[in-house]
């Protein structure tokens, strides 16, 4: 389990496995309950790179981020490495 700690959102941390090139799972600490239980619920199964590219860029009320767009720069750290 890896830890992101997001940054500019109402999500605190986004918690997830991946196994290979592949989300296995996800949950965020904090943040709109529904709309991130939904986003841990697409992304599960999907390759990271799909992940990254589906989700990277998406804005919450001008603020520059959002939950999705959070776990896409957790996803690109985890990648990174």
Same mark, same amino acid.
């Given at each position: 389990?890896?830890?992101?700690?997001?940054?500019?959102?109402?999500?605190?941390?986004?918690?997830?496995?991946?196994e290979g090139d592949t989300i296995a799972s996800?949950?965020?600490?904090? $943040?709109? !309950?529904?709309?991130?239980? /939904?986003?841990?619920?697409?992304?599960?199964?999907?390759?990271?790179?799909? &992940?990254?590219?589906?989700?990277? $860029?998406? !804005?919450?009320?001008?603020? /520059?981020?959002?939950c999705p767009d959070q776990l896409a720069k957790?996803?690109? &750290?985890?990648?990174?490495?």
């Open positions: 389990m890896e830890v992101y700690q997001t940054r500019g959102t109402c999500s605190r941390a986004i918690e997830f496995d991946v996800v949950k965020f600490v904090g $943040g709109c !309950d529904g709309n991130t239980q /939904g986003v841990a619920a697409l992304v599960k199964g999907m390759k990271v790179s799909d &992940a990254i590219a589906r989700l990277e $860029g998406i !804005d919450c009320r001008g603020r /520059g981020t959002s957790a996803l690109k &750290a985890h990648i990174s490495r």
